[in-house]
């Protein structure tokens, strides 16, 4: 997207968005989310769906960092998780996390905990065989969210509609609860925007512009009206990709995440009990 057409779409959203700019950094002025805790349940968008506000990420430098753990080590993070509150887990068909989420789940009745995983599939027969293949490796009947993966085309909406056609109907069969998608680029973002289909959206969104798809003060007009649409907004990379290396840096992405009011909830990779831990803390905090 040239500079010229991106300031007058950026102009046009936040005209759209009815944005108050507070000062400061952080623009993009709303109420505060009412919330008090990271294990509160949310509504996502116009689904019937109630992830909790934290969602613990399997997906930390492609789940790299959640592998590592080993299959009882993540087992151990996400059953803790469980019984701080937490219920919703988010992995992907890239961070080969399924296998762990399975073995971690084992035992765990369905109804308690919330599942999002991710396709990377470019065309129908792939999907197909992907949605088999997970509802298999997750040892469940239906994913919650299932999205189609990292768009990094503007012409994405046209492009995957074979794609989007089997999630439809797989949310008809029952597969599925709700589908959307996440990009990594901003011409993927902007063009998604407008984009009637998606359930929910998982968007990279933190105030120091780290592993972002655009300036935090160019995302957030687009996040407030997507949410305006009625759809589920899901944040991810709310601490970078390293948390920033500090703990009060943690909190003010925090503080400012919950300030925009149009991030339902969020993904966060955690490496061991004392950082859940740490954010339950700060969620707290930063509602304070």
Same mark, same amino acid.
């Given at each position: 997207m040239s500079e010229v057409s991106r300031r007058d779409f950026l102009a046009g959203i936040t005209a759209a968005a009815g944005v108050a700019t507070l000062g400061g950094r952080f623009a993009l002025g709303a109420e505060p989310a009412k919330i008090k805790k990271g294990s509160d !349940?949310?509504? =996502?968008?116009? *689904?019937? =769906? %109630?992830? $909790?506000? !934290?969602?613990?990420? $399997?997906? *930390?430098?492609?789940? *790299? %960092? %959640?592998r590592a753990l080993g299959f009882d080590g993540f087992t151990e993070l996400m059953r803790y998780g469980l019984?701080?509150? =937490?219920?919703?887990?988010? $992995?992907?068909?890239?961070? %080969?996390t399924h296998p762990f989420v399975k073995r971690a789940m084992e035992g765990v009745a369905r109804d308690k905990y919330f599942i999002q995983t991710k396709t990377v599939a470019k065309d129908a027969k792939k999907a197909k065989a992907d949605i088999e293949r997970f509802l298999k490796e997750l040892n469940t009947d239906y994913v919650d969210t299932l999205l189609i993966h990292c768009m990094t085309r503007k012409g994405w909406p046209t492009d995957m509609r074979p794609v989007m056609d089997v999630l439809d109907e797989a949310k008809k069969k029952g597969q599925v609860r709700a589908v959307g998608f996440s990009c990594h680029e901003w011409d993927p973002l902007a063009s998604g925007v407008d984009t009637d289909w998606p359930d929910v959206q998982l968007v990279r969104i933190n105030p120091f512009d780290d592993k972002m798809d655009g300036k935090h003060e160019e995302v957030a007009p687009l996040i407030k009206k997507a949410h305006e649409k009625g759809r589920g907004m899901i944040g991810m990379k709310i601490y970078g990709e390293t948390g920033f290396g500090s703990r009060e840096?943690? !909190?003010?992405? !925090?503080?400012?995440?919950?300030k925009l009011g149009c991030v339902d909830c969020f993904t966060i990779g955690f490496r061991s009990t004392q950082q859940l831990d740490e954010t339950l803390k700060l969620i707290e905090e930063a509602q304070a």
């Amino acid at each position: 997207m040239s500079e010229v057409s991106r300031r007058d779409f950026l102009a046009g959203i936040t005209a759209a968005a009815g944005v108050a700019t507070l000062g400061g950094r952080f623009a993009l002025g709303a109420e505060p989310a009412k919330i008090k805790k990271g294990s509160d !349940l949310v509504k =996502l968008g116009r *689904t019937d =769906l %109630q992830p $909790t506000v !934290l969602g613990m990420g $399997t997906g *930390t430098v492609s789940g *790299t %960092q %959640q592998r590592a753990l080993g299959f009882d080590g993540f087992t151990e993070l996400m059953r803790y998780g469980l019984e701080r509150g =937490l219920r919703y887990i988010d $992995t992907a068909d890239m961070y %080969q996390t399924h296998p762990f989420v399975k073995r971690a789940m084992e035992g765990v009745a369905r109804d308690k905990y919330f599942i999002q995983t991710k396709t990377v599939a470019k065309d129908a027969k792939k999907a197909k065989a992907d949605i088999e293949r997970f509802l298999k490796e997750l040892n469940t009947d239906y994913v919650d969210t299932l999205l189609i993966h990292c768009m990094t085309r503007k012409g994405w909406p046209t492009d995957m509609r074979p794609v989007m056609d089997v999630l439809d109907e797989a949310k008809k069969k029952g597969q599925v609860r709700a589908v959307g998608f996440s990009c990594h680029e901003w011409d993927p973002l902007a063009s998604g925007v407008d984009t009637d289909w998606p359930d929910v959206q998982l968007v990279r969104i933190n105030p120091f512009d780290d592993k972002m798809d655009g300036k935090h003060e160019e995302v957030a007009p687009l996040i407030k009206k997507a949410h305006e649409k009625g759809r589920g907004m899901i944040g991810m990379k709310i601490y970078g990709e390293t948390g920033f290396g500090s703990r009060e840096k943690r !909190l003010e992405s !925090l503080k400012y995440v919950f300030k925009l009011g149009c991030v339902d909830c969020f993904t966060i990779g955690f490496r061991s009990t004392q950082q859940l831990d740490e954010t339950l803390k700060l969620i707290e905090e930063a509602q304070a």
